[in-house]
């Protein structure tokens, strides 16, 4: 937070002209700056944007306000608070046309029809994840751990799932238990001889044992129990409706998590924050299991990674990967986990099913984050197989990591890479083999999404300038570029569902970031739709630093930014500002995150 606002001290400090500047006056914000629009999403029928915004005066603790303006800029306001609860949602999954979604709203599932929203649940448990089956017509939900399925028509539900906690001793899991294993044998030999000698004893365990099958006809669902530690992290019902996949998460067993002291708070007294483990500390462990809906039993699915490093060359490690994933049609335990004798430690990114339900990608990345997997999921065999393999000895690429998806040909995917060096478009065949680059250059693709017409993609580049960020249009078997956005800066754009308007925040250097729509051709001219600075900052003539290369001394050229005063000489003094966190790069023309 201090270099947040130190940055931005120096940068409003340097203004070229004009009265002048305080502490005081240029530490005014939001007041100075106002409020950035955020939340940008498109009506179903593209007529309208809706987005969250407020005006520069309201205080810090208000809450953003839903605006709404059509799609030529026009009639632009501020929705009551009802009307607000009829936008579309920020966050939801949709039907396959783009016309229905649904989302959670206090702990409840609810549907949005495209005009209006219903409680599909209305309950005191907490509900989460809900998505539509693949026949749209029912709704799949988590609920206590377990997976429910609501009817759209009627309204009825179903448990899909038979989840207990570890310590969970409820009739349907000691239904399934068999006790006899927790027996001695001579405890064994001791109740089958009082059975024989005692009619009375031998007619109740029968009469136990005819009621637990009853039950078991009746409740065929085989319970599946949790680990210590271990909990449920999300549930997704498999497009056959046959099975659910659990992703679960299981805590280090000496795990230690840091603490952040809070000092404002509103009992006066110190509170603590909790946070993270400390790096080299003991991640923890993630896992996907199969369970069966009808009788619950559970396949654990096995990624078949590289397993934990071993003692060999990044360049050796990055070969026998490559040949793996060319050479495996069904992945098992590799040689080299049974010589381990435990499998890497992953997390699991996203899972994605093809449009036809047919088959599934699953995006796994290794915790030390040097290697990523593609992998083929068959929902029918529960079998996976490695399609592609990223690996870099620093750090894969994280920018564009859920960049990925599947063609509507239900046979290709796409994804993000930084295999040449540089984040580019790649497609690969599900069923593996070799890749296709779909871009190509010394610049990289910051995003990419499949347009709704399934024809093209729209992408976000650095390819005009490393530092300025432009939105494309790029066919599905690529080839030309066709350049969206020209005004230099910053752009993140939201096409419309019908793919004819961008919805675009853009900023520049010495302009905060604004809510814009254009036509989605080249030749568009934007149309400016919020105005969230004040006057004051407005009628300023604030300094545009250029962009300077620093070369390191191992010849790197380091770009930053540079601040002069507007009588500098050579020789005189100059503010340097050169920030690089990773993938967070301060150092562009757009308006600095400090």
Same mark, same amino acid.
């Given at each position: 937070m201090r270099i947040a606002v130190a940055a931005v001290v120096l940068l409003l400090a340097l203004a070229a002209s004009g009265q002048k500047l305080t502490v005081d006056w240029i530490t005014r914000d939001p007041e100075l700056l106002g409020y950035a629009p955020r939340g940008v999403r498109w009506s179903p029928d593209s007529r309208r944007v809706f987005f969250e915004w407020k005006e520069?005066?309201?205080?810090?603790? $208000? &809450?953003f306000d839903t605006y709404v303006v059509d799609r030529d800029g026009r009639n632009l306001r501020k929705l009551s608070v009802d009307e /607000?609860?009829?936008?579309?949602?920020?966050? /939801? %999954?949709?039907?396959r046309d783009r016309r229905r979604a649904v989302y959670i709203d206090d702990d409840d599932v609810v549907l949005f029809d495209g005009a209006k929203h219903r409680n599909l649940t209305s309950t005191? +448990? +907490?509900?989460?994840?809900?998505?539509?089956? @693949? &026949?749209?017509? @029912?709704?799949?939900?988590v609920r206590d751990n377990n997976l429910f399925v609501i009817a759209l028509e009627d309204g009825s539900i179903e448990q899909l799932t038979n989840i207990a906690e570890a310590d969970d001793k409820g009739p349907y899991v000691d239904l399934f238990e068999d006790k006899d294993k927790k027996k001695t044998e001579s405890q064994k030999w001791l109740e089958a001889e009082e059975r024989k000698l005692l009619g009375t004893v031998d007619r109740r365990a029968k009469k136990k044992e005819e009621d637990k099958e009853q039950e078991r006809r009746e409740h065929p669902r085989k319970p599946f129990k949790l680990e210590a530690k271990q909990t449920v992290n999300d549930l997704e019902l498999a497009p056959d409706g046959k099975s659910v996949l659990a992703f679960l998460r299981t805590e280090? $067993?000496?795990?230690?998590k840091t603490i952040v002291p809070d000092y404002v708070t509103a009992s006066a007294y110190t509170e603590t924050i909790p946070s993270r483990q400390k790096v080299g500390d003991e991640l923890p462990a993630t896992k996907l299991a199969r369970? &069966? #809906? #009808?009788?619950?039993?559970?396949?654990?699915?096995?990624?078949?990674? &590289?397993?934990?490093?071993?003692?060999?060359?990044?360049a050796a490690k990055s070969d026998t990967v490559a040949k793996k994933a060319e050479e495996s049609s069904a992945v098992g335990e590799t040689k080299g986990e049974a010589e381990a004798g435990k499998s890497r430690a992953v997390g699991i990114e996203q899972l994605l099913w093809s449009d036809d339900g047919t088959k599934a990608l699953i995006d796994?990345? $290794?915790?030390? %984050?040097?290697d990523r997997w593609l992998l083929a999921y068959d929902p029918t065999t529960g079998k996976t197989r490695i399609v592609v393999t990223m690996h870099d000895p620093a750090w894969v690429n994280n920018a564009a990591a859920t960049d990925a998806g599947w063609l509507r040909d239900n046979a290709t995917i796409w994804f993000v890479s930084e295999a040449n060096g540089f984040a580019h478009l790649y497609t690969v065949a599900s069923t593996g083999g070799a890749t296709k680059q779909l871009t190509d250059g010394k610049w990289e693709v910051l995003a990419a999404q499949l347009a709704n017409d399934g024809k093209s993609f729209v992408?976000?580049?650095?390819? /005009?300038?490393?530092h300025e960020h432009h939105i494309y249009r790029l066919p599905i078997a690529g080839g030309s570029r066709v350049r969206l956005t020209?005004?230099?800066?910053? @752009?993140?754009? #939201? /096409?419309?569902p019908d793919g004819t308007t961008l919805a675009d925040i853009y900023s520049y250097a010495t302009k905060p970031p604004e809510l814009y729509l254009q036509a989605a051709r080249a030749d568009a001219t934007p149309l400016r739709v919020t105005t969230s600075p004040s006057p004051e900052f407005a009628s300023r003539e604030w300094l545009d630093p250029p962009i300077v290369n620093i070369p390191a001394r191992d010849g790197a050229q380091v770009p930053a930014r540079i601040y002069k005063p507007r009588d500098f000489v050579r020789g005189g003094p100059a503010v340097i500002f050169v920030h690089g966190a990773g993938y967070l790069q301060n150092v562009h023309r757009g308006w600095s995150y400090y």
């Open positions: 520069r005066t309201r205080p810090l603790e $208000a &809450d /607000a609860k009829d936008a579309p949602p920020e966050e /939801a %999954n949709w039907t005191t +448990a +907490a509900e989460s994840s809900p998505r539509f089956t @693949h &026949d749209e017509r @029912h709704v799949a939900f280090p $067993a000496k795990g230690k369970l &069966d #809906v #009808v009788t619950g039993e559970q396949t654990w699915i096995d990624f078949g990674v &590289d397993p934990a490093p071993q003692a060999k060359s990044d796994v990345r $290794a915790g030390d %984050n040097k992408l976000t580049t650095s390819e /005009a300038s490393l020209t005004i230099a800066g910053m @752009h993140e754009a #939201v /096409a419309s």
